[in-house]
């Protein structure tokens, strides 16, 4: 900022008024970036970034949004014992990002939960059908909504169809905010089917919703908007059931002052490079199925057996044909088989889950995280609704993620993450690597990445790879990054990568391994980092790699006797020549017979 203003909002009413007589500030960004939205022509935007001091100008973008059986699926029925007795999950508040709030929905019921906590900055505004009084209580903590950047670019919101205040007239909202912190609600269902008590992932945290997508979709400056708030409200973990750059912008912010950010991958699957929110600061989820179903058989009359999905609660279909014209005049039965849990095999890859790798950066492997989000119950404006997408697996993990902030207060987003992926499992039980449903084939770490969420296990994951605010500056300087880019990033504008340093992507601290390989042959060598968050004990690596990738990890074992205590190992990645596209899969455990620090090996050949 130039140092004749005494504040950042004088200087940016300057600058704006020096390219437009008649723009106003839409939102000016404090905590995720230093900047503000206005709406301005292509004349003017050029004009406002060539002014001193400007580092960018960024066009508005629209996005698009991308549980009954879950908790005991996921094995949360056997959490409690592994809590502390003292712990902090209601201290914890989870921000989600979507279309709203229904807040009369029993999810929001605050019955056995205590005070809001001190450190709680938010507030619920109003609207005329939402009043604060009425509806927030201590478990809806917060509601607000954001709507000048939709406004500005489609016209006032039609109020005949939905409601300028954090009420949600889609339910996508009240959906997503439920299934990742929602209080328990015995007999919920749909039509009948998925019939049970339905709860969120964390019981226990805070939930605070902040409506940023309308019916005519989600925009940057509203999103950006809605983060700058929400940290600043002090929310401890941030839901995004969308996705576009400008997330990546108030993510890294979030993540710099400890907020954890989780990501749906996006429905674009099942292609190749399919998936959104690419940055390896933020938890990139990826969809899967339930061991629960709605079968309904169809029996043609030639003999031919189909089974498929369907929530038909209507009155049982006739034994008696039922008149249709058709020259061949065929015959069919149907029954429906109602709701049915224990299938197998679960999880499975969901077809329409987004795909790796990531195109933008091949060296980190995405998705991070595969989590239920097929057919899945949650609140809904009505009552309940059942609905699939990467929309439901996104808030699944940002509810573990308040669990686990809650069992750990002093872990960083980072060590969060870390013991999510490197707990995941990604073979089924002495049958095989999960399975997609897509190909009917067995799936890859590009499709699910780390594997499927196991909550028992991340709450006591013995060793996390701990990743710093440090860690992917330098990750932006091994991408090359000007001294601009990053400071638009970061907010850090007097930070330039050292010439003398070697930077690589390799060297991030990830709890994943992606391998790119040129098609000659190669050598690569990758660092890591693992700190010990569990008892003393001695940890041995064991690799299992495709025959054609030599893997070698220096040392073999790594001794820890004390928490907090960090250790250094290298990994080494040979191969011989391969077909341009050729792709292969491994995967690092280090163990101490107790626990399983797992990481999943993605190869490629450019």
């Known amino acids: 900022m130039p140092p004749a203003f005494a504040e950042h909002r004088h200087w940016y009413d300057a600058s704006l008024r020096s390219v437009s007589d008649t723009a106003e500030i839409l939102y000016a960004y404090d905590t995720v970036a230093h900047g503000f939205s206005a709406r301005l022509t292509p004349a003017e935007a050029l004009a406002l970034e060539r002014r001193p001091g400007v580092l960018g100008v960024v066009a508005e973008a629209r996005y698009e949004l991308h549980t009954t059986r879950t908790p005991e699926f996921l094995g949360l ?26 807040p009369e929905r029993k999810s929001y019921d605050d019955a056995g939960i205590g005070p809001v906590p001190a450190s709680w900055k938010g507030a619920c505004e109003e609207g005329k059908d939402f009043k604060a009084a ?46 990742a912190a929602g209080s328990a609600v015995p007999n919920a269902d749909l039509l009948g089917y998925a019939a049970g008590t339905a709860r969120g992932m964390s019981t226990r945290a805070r939930i605070a919703v902040y409506k940023v997508c309308w019916l005519g979709g989600c925009f940057g400056s509203d999103i950006l908007a809605a983060m700058d708030k929400a940290i600043e409200d002090g929310c401890g973990v941030l839901s995004l059931s969308l996705g576009g750059g ?19 991958a996006g429905n674009a699957g099942p292609g190749a490079s399919t998936l959104s929110n690419v940055a390896p600061w933020i938890t990139t989820v990826g969809a899967g199925t339930l061991d629960r179903d709605f079968p309904a058989d169809v029996l043609l009359s030639n003999g031919k057996n189909y089974t498929g999905v369907s929530l038909y609660s209507g009155k049982p279909l006739p034994s008696s044909p039922l008149p249709f014209i058709y020259a061949a005049n065929p015959t069919a039965t149907i029954a429906f088989r109602g709701t049915k849990v224990g299938v197998r095999p679960s999880p499975v890859v969901a077809a329409f889950s987004s795909r790796g790798p990531s195109a933008i950066t091949p060296g980190i492997l995405k998705p991070d995280l595969m989590a239920p989000g097929v057919n899945i119950l949650a609140a809904w404006t009505g009552s309940f609704n059942i609905i699939s997408g990467t929309s439901m697996s996104c808030p699944h993990v940002s509810g573990l993620a308040a669990l686990l902030k809650g069992a750990h207060p002093d872990w960083s987003p980072g060590a969060i993450k870390s013991a999510l992926m490197t707990t995941a499992y990604a073979a089924y039980p002495g049958d095989g690597g999960i399975l997609d449903v897509a190909t009917g084939r067995a799936a890859t770490p590009f499709d699910f990445g780390a594997g499927h969420v196991d909550p028992p296990k991340a709450l006591d994951p013995g060793l996390v790879y701990n990743v710093t605010t440090d860690d992917y500056l330098d990750f932006l300087c091994a991408l090359n990054y000007t001294p601009l880019q990053i400071a638009t990033l970061s907010r850090l504008t007097n930070y330039t990568c050292d010439r003398k340093k070697t930077y690589e992507v390799s060297d991030l601290n990830y709890p994943s391994f992606a391998v790119a390989f040129a098609t000659a042959s190669t050598t690569l060598k990758h660092t890591r980092t693992l700190t010990n968050v569990g008892a003393p004990g001695t940890y041995k690596a064991t690799v299992s790699a495709p025959e054609d990738v030599k893997v070698v990890v220096e040392p073999t074992a790594l001794t820890f006797a004390a928490l907090g205590e960090k250790k250094n190992y290298t990994v080494t990645f040979s191969t011989s020549s391969q077909p341009s596209g050729s792709t292969a899969f491994g995967r690092l455990e280090w163990s101490d017979d107790q626990h399983v620090v797992g990481s999943p090996l993605a190869f490629s050949w450019t």
């Open 246 to 264: 400008t997330i990546a912008v108030g993510a890294f912010s979030a993540m710099a002052k400890g907020v954890v950010v989780s990501c749906s």
């Open 134 to 179: 009425n509806v927030c209580n201590r478990k809806l903590v917060g509601a607000r909504f954001f709507s000048k950047g939709y406004e500005a670019r489609t016209g006032p919101i039609n109020l005949t169809k939905e409601s300028r205040s954090p009420r949600d007239n889609d339910g996508h909202g009240t959906h997503t905010s439920s299934t």
């Open 77 to 102: 029925d056997s959490t409690e014992g592994f809590i502390p007795q003292s712990n902090t999950t209601s201290d914890v508040v989870v921000g989600v990002l979507d279309t709203g709030v229904w």
